[in-house]
């Protein structure tokens, strides 16, 4: 059964952290499912498209006829065949995809009050379901464990 980790960004913007993330998941050979409203997760698009050649990660936008073979997809898809979901901009994520997956990342905006309201909630219903749950938050440019709930 995987963990929900949650990260709660106030040094640095989505734009800065998800490519981190994903690049970690891709090391550990995972294949990755980016959720999220489909006007934010365009503009994720382009930004993993922009971002440093050297670090190029290897996506694609859900609906395309190459969906099966994207390392990271990015839509509001079915998450099997994901070894890692993403969430972001208060994107659902269920109790049992957290235990079909190895990882699941709820990333939300420290500044925005309906994002915060957003992941409280998420984190009580996943625990109370029994998942593993850890929470990170950002500490002068580095990431602190400041939570966790067992499993």
Known sequence: M??????????????ATLPMLLQKSRQAGWRVLLRGPKPLLE????????????????????????????PILLGEVPAEGFDCIMSVGGADVTASEVGLSERVCILFDGADGAALET??????????????????????GRWVKKAEAGG
């Open 43 to 70: 503009r994720l698009d382009q930004v993993l498209w922009q971002g440093d050649p050297d670090g190029f990660l290897p996506h694609g936008l859900a609906g395309g006829p190459h969906d099966a073979d994207q």
């Open 119 to 140: 992941a409280r909630g998420q984190w009580k219903a996943l625990t109370s379901e029994g998942c593993s749950a850890q929470y990170w938050a950002q500490d002068d």
């Open 2 to 15: 995987g963990a929900a980790f949650f990260y709660h960004l106030t040094d640095s913007p989505l734009e």
